[in-house]
């Protein structure tokens, strides 16, 4: 069983592989400490800056990852298969010469997994989420796009339990709250979709649902603007669920704006103090993904904009570590403490 590491690399599988001209291997470079999340893993280059790689869900770092698309144009992690063996499977169906590609056959002799095999008669096509969705039962990203055609077809109940379904194997997915928070609103169960869409606000925004890539945008008419609209919903709500009363993001809701290209943000002021106020609760996890969240948005931002909030990979690093093991969370906080130690300057003024 896959573990998730402790050492971070940029090449797991040694696919690549690589020297410099006096023979010494390649060193492991790490750009960054918010995107892609950390606990992925790329092993598998499309040629074009993206990746697939392996991603270990939070707080599920002792189990064997699922399969992860990078879109770094869209800022966007896509949580394509529910592990390797049915990425293989799905790969291999939509090739007309079912073969797995050089690097994906890598990956399988690397794990020691076995080759999948696959018995279709005609090629998948690269947005058959139904089709797809067969071969993958616990993809995060299919479950999501088949709840989400669902939807446009009125069957509700189905897309519902695709939802739940995709938010089972990914908790951190906001693309799957907001879309079962949509749906649950839709359906006249306000309380029930504050949960959702409170946390499609929390989670790491490369989970966001969008790609560079056509087949891998979530087709739901519903998802443009999805955040602000999540966030007028949220502020128009009269009766959030009891679970979220005295909950410190849905006590400052009101004074959100989510307004970037801003020289101060009151947004990252507040989001600063609820960390702060949720770690004195000890509901650590809330406050890993509030800080999670704090390092997105910065890193859209400026620099000056991150030097006034003292925001470095080192700053925010440290703590975010210091959050993960207060969370029990040990393994990412070793891995985030090693990826900082590799960074050539954590202290610039990036993150």
């Not at 499977?89 to 690097?103: G, H, N, S």
């Not at 018995?119 to 989420?129: E, Y």
């Not at 951190?172 to 006249?188: D, V």
């Not at 979530?218 to 999540?230: E, H, M, N, Q």
Request: charged fraction near 25%.
């Amino acid at each position: 069983m896959m573990q998730m590491p402790t050492v971070y690399d940029d090449d797991i599988l040694n696919v690549e592989g690589g020297s410099y001209p006096d023979g010494t291997p390649t060193r492991t470079t790490v750009d960054s400490i918010v995107y892609p999340p950390v606990g992925f893993f790329p092993f598998a280059a499309t040629g074009n800056g993206d990746y697939h790689g392996f991603y270990w869900p939070i707080g599920r770092e002792d189990r064997p990852p699922m399969v992860a698309y990078s879109s770094h144009d869209a800022y966007a992690l896509i949580p394509e298969h529910g592990d390797l063996t049915s990425a293989g499977r799905c790969q291999l169906a939509r090739d007309e010469d079912r073969k797995l590609t050089y690097e994906f056959e890598s990956a399988f002799d690397a794990v020691n997994v076995p080759r999948p095999t696959v018995f279709i008669s005609d090629v998948v096509a690269v947005d058959d989420h139904k089709q797809l969705l067969t071969l993958d039962p616990d993809s995060p990203f299919r479950n999501c796009a088949v709840a989400d055609q669902l939807i446009a077809a009125n069957e509700l109940d189905d897309a519902e339990s695709h939802y739940r379904r995709a938010i089972e194997r990914l908790p951190e997915y906001g693309a799957a709250h907001f879309g079962l928070g949509y749906l649950l609103r839709r359906t006249r169960r306000q309380s029930q979709a504050s949960i959702h869409l409170r946390q499609s606000l929390l989670c790491p925004l490369a989970f966001w649902g969008g790609c560079f890539w056509s087949d891998h945008i979530l087709p739901g008419s519903f998802r443009p603007d999805w955040a602000r609209k999540t966030l007028l919903w949220l502020q128009k709500l009269k009766e959030p669920d009891d679970s979220l009363r005295d909950d410190p993001f849905m006590e400052n809701v009101q004074d959100l704006t989510l307004d970037t290209g801003v020289a101060e943000s009151r947004d990252i002021e507040l989001s600063i103090a609820m960390v702060d106020e949720y770690h004195r609760r000890g509901q650590f996890l809330d406050a890993v993904f509030m800080w999670i969240s704090i390092g997105d948005r910065a890193a859209l931002e400026t620099t000056s904009f991150r030097e006034r909030y003292g925001l470095t990979a080192r700053s925010f690093g440290t703590r975010l570590a210091r959050l993960f093991r207060d969370a029990g969370i040990e393994r990412r906080a070793e891995l985030v403490d090693n990826m900082i130690s590799m960074m050539e300057k954590p202290e610039g003024l990036y993150l």
